[in-house]
């Protein structure tokens, strides 16, 4: 059974930084292309970055780009989000994804609230 937990959300100031991790089972999670997504109530799921199952591509928003790193550790199946130089606009709950035989499977997300 495919099991996702995000961790690491909170209250930062504007400028600040925060890294979230999401935790894996139940696949081989070393064979899955991962993502994060972030969404604000009253808005739709939007791509924040993903990244290749070895680690070595990665893609991102474009206004997350030199702002946010995606990156993974398949020995600890962990996928990770850094985030740097955060903004109010960053405020959402972010939550990771897989894609498995056509299926997406979700976390539960943790929310991550920039403010001063």
């Known amino acids: 059974q495919v099991h996702l937990v995000e961790s690491g959300g909170g209250l930062v100031q504007p400028g600040g930084s925060l890294r979230l991790s999401c935790a894996a089972s139940g696949f081989t999670f070393s064979t899955y292309p991962m993502s994060w997504y972030r969404q604000v109530p009253g808005k739709e799921r939007e791509l924040v970055a993903g990244?290749?199952?070895?680690?070595?591509?990665?893609n991102y928003r474009e206004s997350m780009k030199g702002r946010f790193t995606i990156s993974r550790d398949n020995a600890k199946n962990t996928v990770y989000l850094q985030m740097n130089s955060l903004k109010p606009e960053d405020t959402a709950v972010y939550y990771c994804?897989?894609?498995?035989?056509?299926?997406?499977?979700w976390g539960q997300g943790t929310q991550v609230t920039v403010s001063s």
């Open positions: 994804k897989l894609v498995r035989w056509g299926i997406s499977y």
């Open positions: 990244i290749s199952s070895t680690g070595e591509s990665t």
